[in-house]
């Protein structure tokens, strides 16, 4: 096996840290190498030739901003360091946390309620659906034709019901209100659960280094004002990621109970959103793809066992879901599932066309016309087939070659968008925010588009992309722990997957965002090397402080990984 002698300044840490960093396979990391320079040509295209999505930035504005955010997620990093330096009693530091995060979690749910619009489209469809059900309790509450054509929605709208007559028994004056909350809940989580992935993979260091990212694309969120799935799903997926971090951790039974769990924890979050299901799929192929020669038959055997008990949770806990969808009485008796829905193969021919956006093609974006045609075919076998015969004669009027030209500007299209295509959904403005007060009204000025804020903010959200994108492309050129781990290809992978879905499929920026943790993980394990690696001695003022929890001192000035 190739041997890498990795300075010890860069070695990785050992004791907690080393189960994680199990190396991956050959394939896994070339796999996850692809998708790094995927990514770089993903950036410099959309630097040099934008591809916008609903609104337009100003990229050179972007760039700068991203440069600010870069000095921005050093100082504070190193400002939390240097804190701990200061302050070495661990209730302080402790107590100094949890008034931190506290303060993250005041402004989110301020900042929602601030932003918060009437729900439209088909979040309108969700919360009214949900708010009939909490009140009435009776399922002809519900838009049944809605759910019908679009049952991936209905799980999301019997939990936020289950949410909504709680906080009607509570006492909760506006239901709408109480919604908002819940989304900066489910963002807040996301944002603890981002830094305790790269707690996990990098250390403490790493971990800090998530936070000003996270506070400009998950507290700052471009989809603040909506409660759409992609934000219920966002905690799901890195939730599943922390729990096979965990995993990787522990030795058997506490392994297949964690990866029970992170089976589990999928299915919810596909019954929310089906692109959450994907980093459990990767998870599964790295592992089997990361078999070692010399304990092929114990590697094997505890890969199937992993695999497949994730598998069965997966499975157990969709049956119970769908027991329990059933049981609701929404779907009306003796509909079958399929009956109305919106067949796969509508998805394959809605994602091959394209028209003209406010600043340039849309590719595979939601199509009105495209929705009427499928639906038009009363019979779903009919239906699937007049959809699928679509999608191939789009293929084939492109060639070959004008089918790779259509994927490449789709792919830069749904990922040069750092607004995450926030506002391109239904008819939303920025004139029918619901809070009034001077305080909102002056956080609205930069949330909605036409206001005098929303550029800058805007452009910070995009300077905050570009800067994640590099730092993620970047990881093509470093190597060893954590870059060659198991972990770290598996999150790769699984962007990589969750790429090659929309490219087929019906996208938009929107459908990343529940994936942004992955890129704010990744990027600051990039950005922990390459500060690390950038040479400033340890008496300059910006030098990180060791931390002997952390990062003990290797046994020599080199350290050999296998």
């Not at 939730?239 to 951790?249: E, I, M, N, S, T």
Request: aromatic share 12%; charged share 15%.
């Amino acid at each position: 096996m190739a041997r890498a002698v990795v300075p010890a300044a860069l070695a990785p840490d050992r004791g907690r840290f080393q189960q994680v960093r199990k190396r991956a396979g050959l394939l896994p990391r070339l796999a996850g190498g692809f998708w790094c320079a995927l990514v770089l040509w993903l950036l410099v295209s959309n630097v040099v030739l934008p591809s916008y999505g609903f609104s337009r930035y100003e990229t050179w504005a972007a760039a700068l901003l991203g440069v600010l955010v870069l000095g921005m997620t050093l100082f504070f990093a190193w400002l939390l360091d240097r804190f701990d330096q200061w302050v070495r009693v661990r209730w302080v530091q402790g107590f100094g946390s949890v008034l931190g995060w506290g303060a993250v979690f005041a402004v989110l749910a301020r900042l929602a309620d601030a932003v918060r619009l009437p729900p439209d489209w088909d979040a309108a469809a969700v919360f009214y659906s949900a708010y009939g059900l909490a009140d009435q309790g009776v399922p002809e509450a519900v838009d049944r034709a809605y759910f019908q054509v679009n049952p991936n929605n209905l799980l999301l709208m019997l939990l936020l019901s289950r949410y909504l007559g709680a906080a009607e028994a509570l006492g909760s004056p506006d239901l709408r209100q109480s919604t908002a909350y819940l989304g900066a809940a489910l963002l807040f989580a996301g944002m603890v659960l981002t830094y305790t992935a790269a707690w996990l993979l990098g250390g403490r260091r790493a971990a800090r280094l998530t936070l000003v990212p996270s506070v400009f694309l998950i507290v700052l969120s471009p989809w603040l004002t909506v409660f759409y799935s992609d934000v219920a799903a966002l905690p799901f997926t890195i939730l599943v990621f922390c729990l096979l971090l965990g995993a990787a951790r522990c030795r058997l039974p506490a392994r297949l109970l964690l990866w029970a769990a992170a089976g589990a924890v999928s299915a919810v979050g596909y019954g929310i959103k089906p692109t959450a299901l994907i980093v459990l799929v990767a998870a599964s192929v790295v592992i089997l793809f990361s078999v070692r020669r010399a304990a092929w038959r114990r590697d094997l055997a505890l890969a199937l066992l992993s695999a497949t008990t994730a598998a069965a949770a997966f499975a157990g806990v969709h049956a119970g879901i769908g027991a329990w969808v059933r049981s609701s009485g929404v779907p009306a008796e003796g509909v079958s599932a399929d009956e109305y829905a919106l067949p796969v193969t509508h998805f394959l021919k809605v994602g091959v066309q394209q028209y003209p956006g406010p600043h340039g093609n849309y590719y595979g974006a939601y199509n009105e016309e495209d929705r009427s045609t499928t639906l038009a075919v009363a019979e779903p076998q009919e239906r699937f087939d007049a959809a699928l015969q679509v999608y191939l004669d789009r293929v084939g009027e492109r060639g070959p070659a004008g089918y790779a030209g259509f994927l490449n500007a789709k792919l830069r299209w749904m990922t040069g968008d750092g607004s995450f295509f926030a506002w391109g959904e239904g008819r939303m403005t920025a004139d029918s925010f619901i809070a009034d007060d001077p305080l909102s009204r002056s956080i609205q000025d930069f949330f909605g588009p036409e206001r005098p804020g929303f550029e800058l903010l805007l452009n910070l959200w995009q300077g905050t992309w570009f800067l994640l994108l590099a730092l993620c492309g970047a990881g093509l050129f470093l190597r060893g722990p954590p870059f060659d781990s198991r972990a770290v290809a598996t999150a790769r992978v699984a962007l990589l997957g969750l790429f090659v879905f929309l490219l087929l499929s019906e996208g938009r920026a929107r459908f990343l965002y529940l994936y942004v943790p992955f890129f704010i993980v990744l990027g600051s394990l990039s950005l922990q090397r390459l500060a690390a690696a950038g040479g400033c001695p340890r008496s300059r003022r910006l030098s990180w402080p060791r931390h002997r929890r952390d990062t003990p001192p290797p046994s020599s000035t080199a350290e050999v990984v296998e």
